[in-house]
């Protein structure tokens, strides 16, 4: 079967930081506060007129250059989101126009932070079957969009930006596996409860913060741990992979603590194998694992003949974990 990989990576990030000390004028609470409970030192946050398709296609730029190739190159756009610039025309139709691609499927994704995942797995699956060479996929996010930047608890985590990756057929290496998954029983831990058919847009809605990100964090805490782990399991065991045989793990940057109690529960030293920026840009949803794989690549944290495992889970809830020599 053909190989298929990366052939190249880009990421976008707002040039405006939003620091703790930023946060400490805004609400009650202090830098100390954050960075011990979250390991977030700062954030960026998108211009008022910067929609999540403008950053996705910034970021699609950079990894179309980088795989030296041109938007009518590609076969396939996939966009993982959950801030789309609007419910329809999905976000990837914006992109394939902004871009100037051909007149290929272009669809959005929404499984919160596992979004790279699947984006990458489905692309992977959709290129084997034939039917295509090439898919662009980006993960790109605009959370301050959604964020009740009074709630103390959500408003200090998230942060906004892009990352994207174009795949294709490859001689050696690639994608070797992935496991995705969901649990629907528990998706009332992390929503957005309006805004859709459920719950319509109003200004009952709107006066009670409805249409912003709601969390149960101390629960999802103990979820999210497991779930990652369990998810890296269902990946590696099917091809005989040990922690050991795991040169670098770019988790989905959620929680220090959350990333430090996956390293445990993997038997592997997170200063070695796990990459980590969260103190950088906090918590981009899906845009987070796909932001961090290509800092990973341009600073040379990943090598050639490198095994990767990308390790993510989100609201749904959702989790996937694929693993990619490079």
Same mark, same amino acid.
Not at 300 to 317: C, E, P, W
């Given at each position: 079967?053909?190989?298929?990989?990366?052939?190249?990576?880009?990421?976008?990030?707002?040039?405006?930081?939003?620091?703790?000390?930023?946060?400490?004028?805004? +609400?009650?609470?202090? &830098?100390?506060? !954050?960075? $011990?409970?979250?390991?977030?030192?700062?954030?960026? %946050? #998108? /211009? @008022?007129?910067?929609?999540?398709?403008?950053?996705?296609?910034?970021?699609?730029?950079?990894?179309?250059?980088?795989?030296?190739?041109?938007?009518?190159?590609?076969?396939?756009?996939?966009?993982?989101?959950?801030?789309?610039?609007?419910?329809?025309?999905?976000?990837?139709?914006?992109?394939?126009?902004?871009?100037?691609?051909?007149?290929?499927?272009?669809?959005?994704?929404?499984?919160?932070?596992?979004?790279?995942?699947?984006? +990458?797995?489905?692309? &992977?699956?959709? !290129?084997? $079957?034939?039917?295509?060479?090439?898919?662009?996929? %980006? #993960? /790109? @996010?605009?959370?301050?969009?959604?964020?009740?930047?009074?709630?103390?608890?959500?408003?200090?985590?998230?942060?906004?930006?892009?990352?994207?990756?174009?795949?294709?057929?490859?001689?050696?290496?690639?994608?070797?596996?992935?496991?995705?998954?969901?649990?629907?029983?528990?998706?009332?831990?992390?929503?957005?409860?309006?805004?859709?058919?459920?719950?319509?847009?109003?200004?009952?809605?709107?006066?009670?913060?409805?249409?912003?990100?709601?969390?149960?964090?101390?629960?999802?805490?103990?979820?999210?741990?497991?779930?990652?782990?369990?998810? #890296?399991?269902?990946?590696?065991?099917?091809?005989?992979?040990?922690?050991?045989?795991?040169?670098?793990?770019?988790?989905?940057?959620?929680?220090?603590?959350?990333?430090?109690?996956?390293?445990?529960?993997?038997?592997?030293?997170?200063?070695?194998?796990?990459?980590?920026?969260?103190?950088?840009?906090?918590?981009?949803?899906?845009?987070?694992?796909?932001?961090?794989?290509?800092?990973?690549?341009?600073?040379?944290?990943?090598?050639?003949?490198?095994?990767?495992?990308?390790?993510?889970?989100?609201?749904?809830?959702?989790?996937?974990?694929?693993?990619?020599?490079?």
């Amino acid at each position: 079967m053909t190989k298929i990989g990366i052939l190249g990576v880009g990421k976008y990030l707002p040039e405006n930081v939003l620091t703790n000390a930023d946060l400490e004028k805004m +609400l009650d609470t202090t &830098d100390e506060w !954050i960075v $011990t409970r979250t390991g977030i030192k700062e954030r960026r %946050i #998108a /211009a @008022e007129n910067e929609a999540t398709s403008d950053m996705a296609v910034k970021a699609a730029k950079l990894a179309l250059k980088n795989a030296k190739l041109e938007p009518e190159d590609i076969d396939l756009i996939i966009v993982a989101t959950i801030t789309p610039d609007m419910f329809f025309p999905s976000t990837a139709c914006v992109v394939q126009q902004k871009l100037g691609a051909r007149k290929v499927p272009a669809f959005d994704i929404s499984v919160a932070c596992s979004g790279y995942v699947y984006g +990458l797995t489905l692309a &992977d699956s959709l !290129i084997k $079957t034939g039917g295509y060479k090439r898919a662009l996929v %980006i #993960a /790109a @996010e605009k959370l301050s969009a959604v964020t009740d930047w009074e709630e103390r608890s959500t408003c200090v985590l998230f942060g906004d930006g892009a990352g994207a990756a174009v795949l294709g057929p490859v001689e050696e290496g690639g994608i070797l596996g992935a496991a995705l998954g969901a649990d629907g029983s528990k998706g009332d831990l992390l929503q957005l409860p309006a805004g859709g058919s459920r719950m319509p847009a109003s200004i009952k809605t709107v006066e009670n913060k409805l249409h912003t990100i709601k969390m149960e964090g101390n629960v999802l805490f103990k979820h999210a741990v497991k779930i990652m782990a369990d998810a #890296a399991l269902a990946v590696t065991e099917p091809l005989g992979l040990k922690g050991d045989d795991i040169d670098l793990i770019i988790p989905h940057q959620a929680n220090i603590r959350i990333l430090k109690a996956l390293a445990k529960r993997m038997g592997v030293d997170p200063e070695k194998k796990l990459y980590l920026n969260i103190e950088k840009y906090g918590n981009m949803s899906a845009a987070s694992s796909a932001v961090a794989f290509t800092e990973a690549v341009e600073s040379g944290r990943i090598k050639k003949g490198d095994i990767i495992l990308i390790d993510a889970f989100g609201g749904g809830l959702t989790w996937g974990a694929l693993i990619i020599k490079w």
